[in-house]
C-alpha cells in the first residue's frame, strides 16, 4: 500500500469513526404521544375514525382527556385496534380525590402506566392555604395509586408560576409531595410561558419529569404546532431529558385551526429531531 492509499484509507476511517460517534451521541425520541384533547371535537363526532387518522400520522401513543362516553372496554379495544397505546391519561382533580378506586380500575382496564390531574379550578386556587391542601391529597392519591402499580402526575399551566404568599404554587408542590409518589408532567409550553426555565427545575429535581407535553410557541408566545421556527430551544431543552426522567414526549394544541395538520406539522418536526 502506498502513501497516498494508505493516508485515504486512514481518513475514510477516521470519518467513519467519527460518524458513528456522533450516531451514539445523538438521541431522538422512540414514540411520540398525541394528547387527544387536540382533536377533542373530532373525537366526539368519531371516536373510531379519529384514533384511525392519529395513528395513520405515525402516533404510536396517545393521552386521553375523558373517554366521552365510552367505558374502559371499549376504549381499549379501540386503541389496540389501531396499534396505539395509552401509557396516560388526565383525570380530573375531583375524581382523583373522591373517586379514585373507579379510576384506578379504569386505568388497569386502558392500560394506563400513569394518571395524571390536569388542572386546579380558579375558584379552589383562590382559598388560602389550599396549596399545602392539594399536595396532601396528591401524597394520598400518589401512594394509593402505587399500590395499584400506576404513578400519579400533575400536569402544569401557568398560574403555578404566579406567587402566593411569596411562593410559587409549582414549587411548593414539588417541595411538599413525595418525590416517589407525585410526579410532574411538564407541559413545557405554559411553564415557558409562565416565565419558568424548564432545565432550572430539571435541575433541582431529576428524574421527577416522566412525561412532558410538548407545544410550539411562535414569535410572539402564541400556542402554535411544534417546529423550527417555535421560540422554545426544543435540542436544548430534550438534551437534558435523562436528567429530566423523560420518558414520554406527548404533543398538543388546545386550539388548532386544523387538528389534524397540526399533530402531523408537529410529527413530522420532531421525528426527526436530533438532540
Known amino acids: 500500500m502506498d502513501r497516498r492509499t494508505f493516508l485515504g484509507t486512514m481518513t475514510a476511517a477516521a470519518l467513519l469513526a467519527r460518524g458513528v460517534a456522533r450516531a451514539f451521541d445523538e438521541h431522538k425520541i422512540d414514540k ?130 404566579e406567587p402566593v404568599d411569596g411562593k410559587l404554587p409549582y414549587d411548593m408542590l414539588l417541595a411538599d409531595t413525595d418525590p416517589k409518589l407525585v410526579k410532574m408532567e411538564m407541559d413545557l409550553y405554559w411553564t415557558v410561558k409562565g416565565g419558568a426555565d424548564p432545565l432550572t427545575y430539571f435541575k433541582r429535581y431529576p428524574g421527577r419529569f416522566p412525561l412532558v407535553h410538548v407545544k410550539g410557541r411562535d414569535k410572539d408566545g402564541n400556542m402554535a404546532s411544534v417546529s423550527a421556527d417555535n421560540s422554545i430551544d426544543w435540542k436544548k431543552i430534550f438534551a437534558h431529558s435523562e436528567e429530566a426522567g423523560i420518558r414520554h414526549y406527548i404533543v398538543e394544541h388546545d386550539n388548532p385551526p386544523d387538528p389534524f395538520e397540526s399533530l402531523k406539522e408537529s410529527y413530522g418536526y420532531l421525528e426527526q429531531l436530533r438532540f
Not at 401513543?61 to 379495544?77: I, R, S, T
Not at 379514585?100 to 402506566?113: D, I, N, Q, R, W
Open 32 to 161: 411520540l404521544g398525541a394528547e387527544l384533547y387536540t382533536v377533542r371535537e373530532q373525537m366526539k363526532a368519531d371516536f373510531d375514525g379519529t384514533l384511525a387518522k392519529v395513528a395513520s400520522i405515525g402516533y404510536r401513543e396517545v393521552e386521553f382527556a375523558g373517554y366521552l362516553g365510552h367505558d374502559p372496554k371499549q376504549v381499549k379495544a379501540a386503541i389496540d385496534a389501531h396499534g396505539l397505546a395509552a401509557p396516560s391519561a388526565h383525570f380530573p382533580y375531583d375524581q382523583v380525590t373522591t373517586n379514585l378506586p373507579a379510576v384506578l380500575e379504569a386505568a388497569h382496564t386502558v392500560g394506563h402506566k400513569y394518571l395524571v390531574c390536569p388542572f386546579i379550578d380558579e375558584k379552589m386556587r383562590k382559598q388560602p392555604g389550599i396549596w399545602k391542601q392539594i399536595a396532601e391529597n396528591f401524597n394520598r392519591a400518589g401512594e394509593a395509586a402505587q399500590k395499584a402499580g400506576i404513578q400519579f402526575a400533575y400536569h402544569n399551566h401557568s398560574f403555578e408560576f
